[in-house]
């Protein structure tokens, strides 16, 4: 009976300890601390400069050309512990403009429990959820007004009702002066990417999950008495050269069309860890 007894209590020990360690936090929100991640955009091995007519860039087909304007959304912030664990950020703290004009845009600043993360995950993109949410909660970068919106340079369609999620623009000798060109004269390429699927019917969606592996070149140390910057290359090349590589003579204009599903899957290709500041 004595044995029973002991077994008993030894098994409500045991229970009592897994009970506890189920209810227990994997993160302690209340202790968070500054994470930079740098978007750095480069085209090729070089620095991006824009409107650069002396010294062009060429893609893989062999089209020289220059870049005017270069802005995408990064949303959707989470990173991945050494031990596997999973951190999503704050949402309504997770959405960047990243502006090719405003270097001071290139960092995004999220808060992040203290801790060793060897992964970051976010989409190049607006998530649906946010995009069908009333105008009240997209504020600041999600603004549709934001940038004078899509006529004005901004990255909202107003006529779609939908957030550009990548704009590149740029011009090239080879673009056409007609109307499969640039009937202006001014051989520009225009790439407007985005869709998140559409509100009541199945439309184009280019929301992209981008995952980022930072052991080769340096785990983040996520601390309060310092900040951790992630330092990320963006590399404009890949979006010609990535998965899906495209002449810009035969395409200058992309927008919402379904060969924009074949350009979006190029924008894995062009995120690259180059090293972390801890």
């Known amino acids: 009976m004595k044995k029973i007894l002991t077994l008993i209590t030894i098994t409500t020990i045991l229970f009592s300890a897994c009970k506890k360690d189920n209810n227990t936090p994997e993160f302690d929100e209340k202790n968070l601390a500054t994470l930079s991640v740098e978007f750095d955009n480069i085209v090729g091995g070089r ?44 949402q309504d703290s997770s959405y960047f403009l990243i502006k090719g004009a405003d270097r001071a845009t290139r960092f ?12 970051i995950t976010f989409v190049l993109g607006v998530d649906s959820l946010r995009s069908t949410m009333s105008v009240d909660k997209r504020t600041g ?46 051989k520009q390429f225009k790439y407007h990417i985005g869709g998140f699927g559409g509100y009541s019917a199945p439309t ?57 599903t074949s350009l979006s899957k190029n924008f894995k290709d062009l995120f690259s860890h180059d090293h972390t500041e801890n």
């Open 204 to 260: 184009i969606n280019n929301i992209k999950t981008i995952s980022v592996d930072l052991n080769a070149a340096g785990i983040a140390r996520v601390r309060k008495d310092r900040q951790s910057n992630i330092h990320l290359f963006v590399d404009l090349m890949k979006f010609f050269n990535g998965t899906t590589t495209f002449s810009i003579k035969e395409h200058p204009n992309v927008m919402f069309s379904e060969y924009s």
């Open 108 to 119: 995004a600043k999220v808060k992040v429990p203290e801790g060793d993360y060897s992964q």
């Open 47 to 90: 620095t991006l400069a824009l409107d650069n007519t002396a010294v062009p860039y060429t893609n893989a087909a062999g089209e020289k050309f220059t870049i005017s304007n270069i802005q995408y959304f990064i949303s959707n912030i989470k990173v991945t512990t050494t031990a596997g664990k999973e951190y999503t950020v704050a």
């Open 141 to 186: 970068v999600l603004d549709p007004a934001a940038g004078g919106g899509h006529g004005g340079g901004g990255m909202y369609w107003g006529w779609n009702s939908g957030y550009i999620f990548f704009k590149l623009e740029g011009n090239s000798e080879v673009i056409t002066d007609n109307q499969q060109g640039d009937p202006t004269g001014k």
